[in-house]
């Protein structure tokens, strides 16, 4: 088909598209059945359109119908039918019925281009009877590794134990990743052993990283015990190729090296499966699907699984040598086992950690966050010790609700917590709230970004004036300030300032101390 030229398939796929189940499956199938081998190649389409419309909108006893039709079709003397069968197949749901008539067909064809479709199909649905027949049926090797990674998903299904410990560990560097700009913050929690024998120690400190060596066994309870990172990488090696084919072996055998599968055993049951991600490249599909080809050839017990696996493999490029990373998939995040529920434009989970730890800690401390959303930063500086009571306002009564049950979810003992609805500007009219009372005011009030505000100048102004009179001498304000403004009030002493990156714009986390007088 020439440039420019209207694809008749596609045309009607666009019309039949359209139609609902009903239509399709009471008019156009038997039409197409009824037809002549040559207007049912013109109609292929319809095969086209029958899969995509079932799956969206399709009931579970329709899609039931329409399995042993596509199964006919398998038989179609028509390639262009068969391969259109076989497309449509995984979208509706296929089972050992759809998967014994595509090994038939496997068995029987010798036309290349079908065999490639074919196992492309049997990627997405096969299963134990596909692996018994992989080395008879020739399947390339792409083929073999997804089926073995469902069968494994479904047969084996895989857990991160944060409970195991690994005790040999020589060489190993671990990766914390944040927000640039909140990296000493995680530097200093990881020296912090107020909590217990130190378990790593800070060996570098980059823009949004900070790099750790083990000093003693360690399970990933023990990393996760430290809460203002954003993701862990166990680095597997560093790797700079001339060219794609060195580049591809390189990765293979980073991937599929003793440390990677040291790693992966000790922190996995099940399965050993892991997702392959070029950070900041976008979608890399061919190198990818050449990597995860050339590590399954080589070590066959670590399987590449893009829908589900509990590992990713993350390449991070880098001046000189790219840094791959195995990175272990905690969703939902352990350390965040209070959060019930959220709001819209709520705080990043990391930068409340990191807010609550500028903060430190006193003892007896009131606290109050003007702005609460879900209650995170509320959560975090109690989660420290020392606090006695929490005060959290906020103009969302649906907000108030969620930060009141994500505080009782935290289950932080000997606190007193109360959740307001109301504009922090009428923080007077909250019971505990009057001038000097508060010890510490920690926020992370909207930057006008998701949520539009009116005047944020003005908004940031009267924060300044709550936290001016509601701090007691000594008190601390921390919060993170969307604007470059300098604190108009002069009992507010600038302590600290940093900026962040909020992952397309900056804020700056300040800490102010209230002066006497």
Known sequence: ????ERNPDKELYR???TLSCEQLWEDEVPRFDRASPGERRERVALVRA???VFSESGTAAQKNEVRPWLRRLLQDPCEKIRRYAMAAMPKIGAGHGEEAELLSLLRTTTAEREKKFLGQTLEKIGGSATLEEMAAAGLHLQTEQKVRASVARSQSPSVVRMDRTLADFPGLTIHLRGRAGLE??????VEDTTRGPQKFRVVEVRSGLVVIVPVAPFSLADICALRCFASVGFVLGNVRAADAKES??????VITSPLSRRLLETFTDGSLRYRLDFVALGHQRGAVRLVVNRAYAMCPAILNDARSAPWTIEVHP???????????????DPRLHFRRADVPAASHPPLAACMARLAGRRENEIVWDPFCGSGLELIERALLGGVRAVHGTDRSAEACAIARGNFAAAKVTGVRAEFTCCDFRDFATVAGLVPGSATLVISNPPMGRRVPIANLRRLIDDLFAAAATVLQPGGRLVFANPLPIENPHRLLKLQSRQVVDLS???CRLEKYVKLAR
Do not use: C, N, W, Y
């Open 1 to 4: 088909m020439k440039s420019g």
């Open 15 to 17: 019309q039949l598209r």
């Open 50 to 52: 029958v899969g995509v």
């Open 184 to 189: 000493q913050i995680v530097r200093e929690e």
């Open 248 to 253: 591809t072996e390189a990765l293979a055998s």
């Open 318 to 332: 880098a001046e000189h040598r790219d840094s791959v990373e195995l990175t272990p998939k905690l969703v939902p």
């Open 504 to 506: 397309g714009f900056d």
